[in-house]
C-alpha cells in the first residue's frame, strides 16, 4: 500500500461549521445531530470518529483503499464502542449505492492527486450521492502558489524512478537535501524561494511528502479552471472553508474591494485575483449542488443565525483602540487596530471555548464597551462577523459546544482524546475539533481525564509518574497538586475539558 497519511480533525471540515457556512449563505443546513458524513481517503478514520463520538445519532462512512489504514481505524471505533461508523477499504468509485444521500462529504487531499478519471468519478459521486441543500468538502492545490512547489516535484521525479512509495519518499529526501546542500545564497530570489520550499518539506509528514513530491498523480488548478469542472460536474463552488473568502467579506474586505475595482465583480475573476495577491496553494471549497438557491448579498442578517467562537486573545497591555497583536493557543498572530473588531474578538476569547448566539455576543461585547447596542450597531457587529468569519479571524457553528472553561470536580477530558493521547497520537481533537498538539508528557496526563478521579485522586497518580522516567522532561511543576492545576489550566484552554 502507499505511505500513510496523517489522520488528524480538520474542524473547517466539521459538519457544524460546514452547516454554518451554508446558513451564512441563507441555506437552511441539514441538522448535525442527525447528519449523514461521508468521509473520503479517510485514512484511520482520525477526522470522523471524535465526531462520531461526539454526535452518537449521526452517521459516518469512511472510505479508503489502505486495509491497514481502515483496520487502524476500526481498531479504535472498536475500543471506543463507536456504533455509528462504517468503515470501508475501497476505491470511491466502488462504494456501493446503498451508503447515501449524504449531508456532509469530505474529500480533503483526494481532488489534485486523483487520475483524470478519479477526479471525475469524484466530482460524479459528490453529484449523485450528496442530498439536495447538503455540501461537500474538496480541497485542491491551487496556481498560482504551487507553483513555488511544482519545480521541486519535477526535479525528484526526474531522478527517482522505480520502488515503491516508502522507498521513493526516502530517495526523494535524500536527493533533496544534496540539493538543498547546493544553494549557495539565500539572498538571492529564487534561492531563497527554493530554500523556503526544501524546509517546509523536510518538517513534513512522509504521507504528504508521497502525495505532493513523489507520488504517480498532482495537478494543480487555478480558481478559474476548477470552478469551470465543478460546473460541468453539476455543482457549484459555495465560499472557501479555510482561507480569505470574497464569498463571505464582499468588498468589505480590502483586497476584495481592490479586486472589484481592477476585474470587475464577477466571483471568479475577484477569487482568480486574491489568489495572485495571496499566492494561494491550496484552497478547502465547499461544493453545493448547482441550481441550489443562494443568498450571496453581503449582509448581516443571515449571521444572526449562527454561533461564532475565536481563540485570538489580545495581549496583555492591550488598550482598545490602539493596535495590538491579537494571539491564540496555538500560536496564530493577528494584527487588529480597528476597535469594534477588538471588542468583538476581546469578547469572544473571554468566552472560549464556548460558541456564542448573536445575541450573546451583542451583550457580551456591550458589556465591554459600557452600553447596549442598539439597532445600528447590531447590524454593524453582524456586517463585522461575517467580514470577520471570512477573513479567519473567528469560528461559525451551530451548536454549544460541551467544553469547559472550568475544570469540574472530577475533570474529564474529550473521550477520543484520551485514547489517541494513549496510543501516542502527536495531535487529538478538542471539543471544537481542532487538532490540539500534545507533549510528551500529555501522553501520560491526559488518558488520567476519565471523570473518575478527583484532584487528589489525579494528584497521587501523577505523583507515581512524577517520579518515574515518563515525565523526566516535563515542563511541569514538582508539586503534584500544583503539577494538576498547571494542566487542567492548559487542557481548558486548549478546549479539551467536558468535565
Known sequence: MGVPYPSFPFHRAHPDALGALLASFGVAP??????????????????????????PHATFVGVDLDADEIARGQARADTLELSNVTLIASDLAALG?????????????????????GQHALLELLRTRLAPTGCAYMSWNTLPGWYRRAPIRSFVQTFVRGGDSTDRV???????????GQVPDRLAAWNRMLMEELDRLDESHDGFFSAEITGTHHEAYTFKDLAARVRAGGLEILADAEALNPSLTGPLHPTVKAATGIV??????????????????????VLVHAGL?????VHGA???AVRFGSHLAPPADFTPGRPATFSSPWGGTARIAAPLVQCTLDALARRWPEKLTFDEVVDAVGELVGRELDEALQEELAMLLRVCAGSNLIDLGLRPL????????RPEACPVARVHA????????????????????????????DGTRDRSALAAALSERLDSDDLEDANLPTDPAMAVEAVLRRYAKWGLLVG
Open 264 to 285: 470587475g465583480t464577477d466571483l471568479d475573476d475577484v477569487e482568480q485575483f486574491v489568489d495572485m495577491v495571496e499566492g494561494r496553494a491550496f484552497r478547502a471549497s
Open 97 to 117: 449505492a446503498e451508503h447515501g444521500p449524504f449531508d456532509y462529504v469530505i474529500a480533503h487531499g483526494l481532488y489534485s492527486w486523483l487520475p483524470a478519471d
Open 422 to 449: 494513549a496510543e501516542g497520537v502527536s495531535r487529538v481533537a478538542n471539543d471544537a475539533h481542532r487538532a490540539v498538539p500534545l507533549e510528551d508528557a500529555d501522553h501520560v496526563v491526559l488518558p488520567l481525564l
Open 302 to 304: 443571515p449571521m444572526r
Open 30 to 55: 441539514p441538522p448535525v445531530e442527525t447528519a449523514r458524513v461521508l468521509d473520503l481517503g479517510c485514512a484511520s478514520a482520525g477526522h470522523i470518529l471524535p465526531m462520531a463520538a461526539r454526535l
Open 402 to 409: 460541551a467544553a469547559r472553561r472550568l475544570p469540574g470536580d
Open 293 to 297: 438557491e443562494i443568498d450571496r448579498r
Open 170 to 180: 526516502a530517495r526523494g529526501r535524500e536527493l533533496l537535501e544534496e540539493l538543498g
